[in-house]
C-alpha cells in the first residue's frame, strides 16, 4: 500500500522545525521518501494536503484506559476531601465494576477518542480487579479494533488481597511473554504506587522487571500520602523504599513525582527512569504542583492520567499552569515534553515516533489548521499554545493506514460499536451503588 501526501507542512516540535511544504511518500507503514515535489508511483493513493499542518501522531506518556466509561458518571454519594478518599470512593469503584466486555468498551473508547485528538499510541496503566487475566490481552484487542499502538501493563496492588497481587503479577508476565508485538504493542511491569504495595509484591516486581529487562509503571508521590506511608513502613520517603527495592530502574515510569524533592528528582533520573507529568489530573485531584524546574533537566514526558488522550489540551495546561507557578522553564517545554513522550514509547516499541523523517513509521496526524500569521522553527511553541487544538485534526495515520480521515472513522462500524458502550457504561454505574 502507497500513499503519497502533497503539499503538506511538516511540523515538528522535539526539536520544534519546519520543515515546509513538502511531499511524503509512505510505502507500507514507513515513510520512504520526503521531498519538494514526487512524482505519484504506480498504485498510489494520493492526497492533496494544500493548507494542511503534518505533524508525528502524538503520545500520551501515561494513561488509564479503564475510566473512559466514567465520563458523565454519578457523583460519588459521599463527597471525597482527601486524595486517598477520592481513589476509595471513585476510582477504586470503578475499576472493582469493571469485568471483561467494560474493560474492551473502556478502551475501545478510549482509543477512539484518542484518535480524534491526533493520537496514535497509548501507555496504559490499567487496573480491573474483577477480571485480572486476559484483561491485557482484551486492551490489546481494542487497540488493534481501532488501529492504534500501545505500551500495557497490569496495575499490582496489595489493596484487593494477597490473591489479587498474585493474578496481577501473572497478568503482566503473560503479557510479557506473549503479548508484545514489535513496533505495535510493548509492556511493562505495572504496580499501582508505593502505599498499596507491601514489601513481598516490590520484591516480586522487580524480579519480574529484570526477568523481562523492562522497567516498572508506578506512581510515584502523586500525594504526600505516598511519602507518609513509606515513612511509616520503613522510615524512608518513598523514592527511598522505591529504591531498596530495585524499582528505580532504567526504563521505570514514575509517574506525577508531585511530592519529590529537587535531590530525589535527580536520583531517579540517576537511576535511568522516566518521570511523567500530568498537570491535569493534579489540578483535578488538588495534588499540588510537581517540582517541574528539576524535572524538566531530565527523560520528562506528559500524560493526561485518564482525564482523555487530548495532548494538545495537556500540553496547553502544562504551559499554562507552569507560568502560573512562575516555574523557570523555557517557553517550549511543553513541546519538549511532548518528545519525551514519543521517545518513551520509542524505546518500549523499538520503533521510531515522534517525527516524520524517511525511514520512521508513517504515524502521521494532518491539521487544518489556517495560518493567519506566519510559522517558522521559531515559532512553533507559540501557534501550539495559542492557536492548534484537537478541534484542527482532520486525520490521522498509524502505520501507514488511515484511522482518520476528513475528520471521520475509516472504519464506520466503529460508530456502532460506540453507540453499544453507552449500555455497557449504565451497567457499570448502576454495579458502582452496590460497592
Known amino acids: 500500500m502507497k500513499t503519497l501526501l502533497k503539499n503538506a507542512l511538516i511540523v515538528e516540535w522535539a526539536p520544534t522545525h519546519v520543515a515546509g511544504q513538502k511531499d511524503i511518500l509512505i510505502e507500507g507503514d514507513r515513510v520512504t521518501k520526503i521531498a519538494d515535489s514526487i512524482s505519484s508511483p504506480c498504485d498510489t493513493t494520493e492526497l492533496d494536503c494544500t493548507g494542511m499542518i503534518a505533524i508525528p501522531a502524538l503520545v500520551v506518556g501515561h494513561t488509564h484506559l479503564y475510566s473512559?466509561?466514567?465520563?458523565?458518571?454519578?457523583?460519588?454519594?459521599?463527597?471525597?476531601?482527601?486524595?486517598?478518599?477520592?481513589?476509595?470512593y471513585v476510582w477504586w469503584k470503578l475499576d472493582r465494576a469493571l469485568d471483561e466486555e467494560a474493560v474492551y468498551y473502556s478502551a475501545l473508547v478510549g482509543a477512539v477518542r484518542a484518535a480524534l485528538c491526533g493520537t496514535g499510541t497509548l501507555v496504559d496503566h490499567h487496573a480491573s480487579p474483577s477480571f485480572i487475566r486476559g484483561s491485557l490481552e482484551t486492551i490489546r484487542k481494542a487497540l488493534e479494533r481501532v488501529g492504534l499502538r500501545g505500551v500495557l501493563c497490569y496495575e499490582v496492588t496489595?489493596?484487593?488481597?494477597?490473591?489479587?497481587?498474585?493474578?496481577?503479577?501473572?497478568?503482566?508476565?503473560?503479557?510479557?511473554?506473549?503479548?508484545?508485538?514489535?513496533?505495535?504493542?510493548?509492556?511493562?511491569?505495572?504496580?499501582?504506587?508505593?502505599?498499596?504495595?507491601?514489601?513481598?509484591?516490590?520484591?516480586?516486581?522487580?524480579?519480574?522487571?529484570?526477568?523481562?529487562?523492562?522497567?516498572?509503571?508506578?506512581?510515584?508521590?502523586?500525594?504526600?500520602?505516598?511519602?507518609?506511608?513509606?515513612?511509616?513502613?520503613?522510615?524512608?520517603r518513598v523514592i527511598g523504599r522505591l529504591y531498596d527495592y530495585g524499582i528505580l530502574r532504567p526504563g521505570t515510569?514514575?509517574?506525577?513525582?508531585?511530592?519529590?524533592?529537587?535531590?530525589?528528582?535527580?536520583?531517579?533520573?540517576?537511576?535511568?527512569?522516566?518521570?511523567?507529568?500530568?498537570?491535569?489530573?493534579?489540578?483535578?485531584?488538588?495534588?499540588g504542583y510537581a517540582?517541574?524546574?528539576?524535572?524538566?533537566?531530565?527523560?520528562?514526558?506528559?500524560g493526561t492520567d485518564g482525564i482523555d488522550a487530548d495532548m494538545f489540551a495537556e500540553s496547553t495546561a502544562a504551559f499554562y499552569k507552569a507560568r502560573d507557578a512562575k516555574a523557570a522553564v523555557p517557553f517550549d517545554a511543553p513541546l519538549r515534553w511532548l518528545g519525551g513522550s514519543a521517545q518513551l514509547a520509542s524505546e518500549y516499541l523499538g520503533v521510531q515516533l515522534g517525527l516524520?523523517?524517511?525511514?520512521?513509521?508513517?504515524?502521521?496526524?494532518?491539521?487544518?489548521y489556517p495560518l493567519a500569521t506566519p510559522l517558522t522553527s521559531e515559532n512553533v511553541a507559540g501557534h501550539w499554545i495559542?492557536?492548534?487544538?484537537?478541534?484542527?485534526?482532520?486525520?490521522?495515520?498509524?502505520?501507514?493506514?488511515?484511522?482518520?480521515?476528513d475528520n471521520e472513522l475509516v472504519d464506520r462500524n466503529l460508530y456502532a460499536e460506540l453507540s453499544q458502550a453507552q449500555q455497557v457504561a449504565k451497567r457499570v454505574w448502576k454495579k458502582l451503588t452496590s460497592l
Open 68 to 88: 473512559s466509561l466514567a465520563t458523565g458518571m454519578p457523583p460519588p454519594e459521599v463527597c471525597p476531601t482527601t486524595f486517598v478518599e477520592i481513589l476509595e
Open 158 to 236: 496489595d489493596r484487593n488481597g494477597r490473591e489479587g497481587a498474585s493474578l496481577g503479577i501473572e497478568e503482566n508476565r503473560d503479557f510479557l511473554e506473549s503479548g508484545r508485538t514489535p513496533g505495535i504493542y510493548g509492556g511493562l511491569v505495572g504496580a499501582h504506587a508505593s502505599f498499596t504495595l507491601e514489601d513481598k509484591t516490590l520484591n516480586q516486581l522487580s524480579e519480574l522487571a529484570d526477568t523481562f529487562k523492562v522497567g516498572i509503571h508506578i506512581h510515584c508521590a502523586e500525594a504526600d500520602s505516598d511519602n507518609e506511608d513509606a515513612l511509616r513502613r520503613c522510615g524512608k
Open 253 to 287: 515510569i514514575l509517574v506525577h513525582g508531585v511530592h519529590l524533592t529537587d535531590s530525589e528528582v535527580r536520583l531517579a533520573y540517576d537511576c535511568g527512569c522516566w518521570l511523567v507529568h500530568n498537570p491535569r489530573s493534579n489540578m483535578n485531584n488538588r495534588v
Open 291 to 302: 517540582p517541574i524546574e528539576e524535572m524538566s533537566r531530565g527523560r520528562l514526558a506528559l
Open 356 to 368: 516524520i523523517r524517511e525511514g520512521c513509521v508513517a504515524d502521521i496526524a494532518l491539521l487544518r
Open 386 to 405: 495559542f492557536g492548534m487544538g484537537a478541534h484542527h485534526v482532520h486525520s490521522l495515520m498509524v502505520g501507514g493506514k488511515w484511522i482518520l480521515k
